[in-house]
């Protein structure tokens, strides 16, 4: 069916907005969308985070403003499907409408840096970590807020964020080439698949099988939706993949090139660099003296 529609209910007598520090055992796993837009700061879980086409590893601390329509899912690492009641996934959710706050509330003068920031969420925003880390004890709190105290706090967060350094994911046509499409293949269940291979050697003729689909039908319905080519994806996940592997292990660059689908680790470098404009050797490096020298947020 494409990116699986979720009709969200985030308003009510009582409240303007859906609020929630969840515990669970895996994130929600379907490419999905919603009018709704969507704040979701990741207190402890990792693995794989798609946002339109764009596909990277997130880890604890990720901060996302997905805006409405935009399809995303954030994919739990394999181990937290292994059901060990010691390792869960935790969150905060928070998911409002756009006129929450009123209809014309962010053409205020004053708002002017938030209705930046919405707009820009239709492409996904990443807020930098370090900024992340400043106001996740506001994320946590405004969960225990309820009332007035609670859309006061929702507002200052947007207004912080909207004065921060942040980074957008998608690209900018995604949202409308996806709606372009008229096809309802499960592209959810095509990137499921992919991430879940990524290790083997795919075939375009093995994809389009499990489709249900031709490939030359596929290519072209993979394309419109996607706006990249299965081989440009599925390069993605495996880079974005081999990132974490760089950060959370001490394999051999060769090692990690194997283990995610590459048998010439001259070829992953060759990857790596076109994906990361940068090898993975100095990624390595880069990631790892950030995560040294940046202190710790109280």
């Given at each position: 069916m494409g990116p699986k529609f979720l009709n969200k209910h985030t308003k009510s007598a009582?409240?303007?907005?859906?609020?929630?520090?969840?515990?669970?055992?895996?994130?929600?796993?379907q490419f999905h969308y919603h009018k709704e837009y969507e704040l979701l700061y990741v207190l402890e879980n990792n693995g794989t985070r798609f946002m339109g086409d764009s596909i990277l590893p997130f880890s604890n601390d990720d901060l996302v403003l997905v805006g409405p329509n935009l399809p995303h899912y954030w994919q739990s690492e394999p181990k937290y499907y292994e059901n060990n009641p010691?390792?869960?996934?935790k969150l905060v959710l928070i998911q409002f409408e756009t006129d929450f706050a009123g209809k014309d509330f962010f053409d205020l003068p004053e708002m002017k840096n938030v209705k930046k920031l919405l707009h820009a969420a239709h492409r996904g925003v990443k807020v930098k970590i370090k900024f992340a880390k400043k106001i996740k004890e506001k994320m946590i709190g405004i969960t225990e807020k309820t009332g007035w105290n609670q859309m006061i706090s929702l507002l200052d967060l947007l207004c912080n964020i909207g004065e921060s350094d942040y980074e957008l994911l998608a690209s900018e046509g995604f949202s409308q080439s996806y709606y372009k499409s008229n096809n309802?293949?499960?592209?959810?269940?095509?990137?499921?698949?992919?991430?879940?291979?990524?290790?083997?050697?795919?075939?375009?003729?093995e994809v389009a099988e499990h489709a249900n689909m031709n490939a030359s039908a596929f290519c072209r319905y993979f394309k419109s939706v996607t706006n990249k080519t299965l081989s440009e994806s599925l390069n993605d996940i495996r880079i974005?993949?081999?990132?974490?592997?760089?950060?959370?292990?001490?394999?051999?660059?060769?090692?990690?090139?194997?283990?995610?689908?590459?048998?010439?680790?001259?070829?992953?470098?060759?990857?790596?660099?076109?994906?990361?404009?940068?090898?993975?050797?100095a990624y390595r490096m880069k990631h790892l003296s950030k995560m040294y020298r940046e202190p710790e947020v109280v």
């Open positions: 009582e409240q303007s907005f859906y609020c929630k520090l969840a515990e669970v055992p895996h994130t929600y796993d010691l390792l869960s996934a309802e293949e499960k592209i959810s269940n095509i990137y499921n698949y992919l991430v879940q291979n990524h290790h083997r050697n795919l075939t375009l003729a974005g993949i081999a990132c974490r592997k760089l950060i959370d292990t001490e394999l051999s660059i060769a090692e990690i090139g194997y283990l995610c689908g590459y048998q010439n680790v001259s070829y992953f470098n060759r990857q790596f660099k076109i994906v990361k404009n940068i090898n993975p050797t």
